[in-house]
Each structure stands twice: as structure tokens, then as C-alpha cells.
């Protein structure tokens, strides 16, 4: 079992910056490949960003300049820049190794 633990959501105004975590533990794996997907009010989840065991990411062609993903170990970040209001939803972090675990979210708001 893999308990993952997103953190870092928050309010802010359009243009800012943030760096959302998200720690897996238990029997986690060096060969796991991490991801982060969102969920807008209303729409369906879709996905952010991937990084491999390796170190091989992949960003959304629509969020490539302002959003970037990177990890240490069983911790992935997303580094999310000038936020934009549709950037709002929650965010969801998604460990896979074997099996695909989710954590629970943080809340993303962009404010005008």
C-alpha cells in the first residue's frame, strides 16, 4: 500500500507562483513513475504533468512555459507560474507503481 499526500494548494491572484508536493510512503518504489492531474468544477480530470523513475517528464502542450514537474525520490513537485483563473480546480497526485494510487487533492484558486 502507497499513502500519497499532496500539499501547497492556496488562494492567490493571477500571476503568481506555486509549488505543489506530493509525498508518497509505505512500499513505494525507485522505479515509480509520478504524475499530477486536475479537476476543474464541472469538468472532467485531466492530466497535468508525468515524470518517470528516470527523470522523464512530460507537460500539457497548453501548460509547457508556465508549469514545470520534478521530483526527489517519492516526492514530485509542480511548479506552476503566472496562474492564470482557469488554472483553478483541484489538483490530484498520482503515484504508480504496480498499481495506481491517488491522493486526496489540493485546492488551486486563481482569483481575478
Known amino acids: 500500500q502507497v499513502n500519497v499526500v499532496e500539499s501547497g494548494g492556496g488562494l492567490v491572484p493571477p500571476g503568481s507562483s506555486l509549488r505543489l508536493s506530493c509525498a508518497a510512503s509505505?512500499?513505494?518504489?525507485?522505479?515509480?513513475?509520478m504524475g499530477w492531474y486536475r479537476q476543474a468544477p464541472g469538468k472532467q480530470r485531466e492530466l497535468v504533468a508525468t515524470?518517470?523513475?528516470?527523470?522523464t517528464t512530460y507537460i500539457a502542450q497548453a501548460l509547457k512555459g508556465r508549469f514545470a514537474i520534478s521530483r526527489d525520490k517519492n516526492t514530485a513537485y509542480l511548479q506552476m507560474n503566472n496562474l492564470k483563473p482557469e488554472d483553478t480546480a483541484v489538483y490530484f497526485c498520482k503515484y504508480h507503481w504496480v498499481f495506481d494510487y491517488w491522493g486526496k487533492g489540493t485546492q488551486v484558486t486563481v482569483f481575478a
Open positions: 509505505g512500499s513505494v518504489s525507485d522505479l515509480s513513475e
Open positions: 515524470i518517470s523513475d528516470r527523470g
